[in-house]
């Protein structure tokens, strides 16, 4: 009888869903190993605002890709791709469950169904593509993108000036157009059975939970982190420009209060917790569960699922 293929979990769903307390409770019945989807907290050294497993979760349970990269350094989805996909054959060697856990839609969808075979990010061309983007605006690159690839021009909105850059760097680095690229084809994961559990908490009560997440993030000291973190490493900690750190360098700067930053950072990570959702909805085979993931019945729910794909 052939031996099937070992099991990964994925626990998925927006900022402040309870994804760590799931993880945690299906790594203490499974033998699991927690490997994070969360690009922020990849970043040594940025704890307040990142809401990181705790030194006490982190020595209970291993983790993986938290506190592995030099702030300075930059992490693109694929890269996380091909380290996850490392760590997830460690684990599997080991016997133990890999339970993959964070809210990076892009770095998921890398790791799980591979990207393109793009070039490498070169920050010298998107430099300068930034700089044409601020004197001419997003339909400067449009025009650039569709005379390179129309294609990829009529597919990609004018005032999508991330994904204009991509298409223009791509096009311009691999001497072929993007669409032709996307067309040959990605790398899936491969060898892993895969069970995606997705955490979808009633909207107001998230909302809420978002709005005490980031005032505890203030008085824990968000703004000292950032300002600290600033006069270390500069505009080159990258993180920097993530949600609530981003607020946090404003006031940091002088721009606004404390108070303004937080009502900021609280709005700002409800949009993204908007976006988050609308992005997860297009996962394939998700089994959605209701609650967050601290809650008993939501947390037997998923351990039933899982239970049923191991011995399955």
Not at 52 to 74: F, G, M, Q, W, Y
Not at 111 to 123: N, V
Not at 195 to 217: E, H, K, V
Not at 236 to 252: C, I, T
Request: contains cysteine; charged residues 25%.
């Amino acid at each position: 009888m052939l031996r099937s293929e070992p099991l990964t979990v994925v626990v998925l769903g927006p900022t402040a869903s309870g994804k760590t307390a799931l993880s945690l409770f299906l790594a203490r019945h499974f033998r699991g190993e927690i490997v994070n989807c969360d690009s922020v907290a990849m970043y040594r050294e940025f704890e307040v605002g990142t809401a990181k497993p705790n030194a006490a979760e982190r020595a209970e349970i291993p983790h993986h890709l938290v506190d592995s990269v030099e702030p300075t350094a930059t992490v693109t989805a694929g890269e996380y791709a091909r380290r996850a996909r490392a760590v997830l054959c460690e684990i599997e060697h080991r016997e133990h469950l890999p339970i993959v856990s964070g809210g990076t839609g892009l770095y998921l969808r890398a790791l799980l169904e591979g990207l393109f075979a793009g070039p490498e990010r070169s920050e010298g061309l998107r430099a300068k593509m930034r700089q044409r983007a601020a004197q001419g605006g997003g339909e400067r690159l449009h025009r650039i993108l569709k005379r390179l690839d129309p294609i990829a021009a009529c597919r990609i909105h004018a005032n999508d000036v991330p994904k204009l850059i991509r298409a223009i760097e791509v096009c311009l680095m691999s001497r072929r157009p993007i669409t032709e690229l996307l067309q040959a084809g990605r790398d899936p994961l491969r060898g892993f059975r895969v069970l995606r559990l997705g955490l979808n908490p009633q909207r107001d009560a998230l909302y809420a939970r978002i709005n005490q997440r980031a005032a505890a993030m203030f008085q824990q000291g968000l703004v000292e982190e950032t300002r600290r973190l600033w006069k270390k490493y500069g505009d080159q900690a990258r993180a920097l420009g993530s949600l609530g750190y981003k607020e946090a360098m404003q006031v940091v700067r002088g721009d606004i209060t404390k108070q303004r930053a937080l009502e900021a950072a609280q709005q700002a990570h409800r949009n993204y917790a908007k976006r988050q959702m609308t992005w997860f909805r297009r996962e394939p085979d998700v089994h959605w569960l209701s609650g967050f993931g601290h809650e008993p019945n939501l947390q037997a729910e998923a351990l039933a699922l899982v239970e049923a794909r191991i011995s399955g």
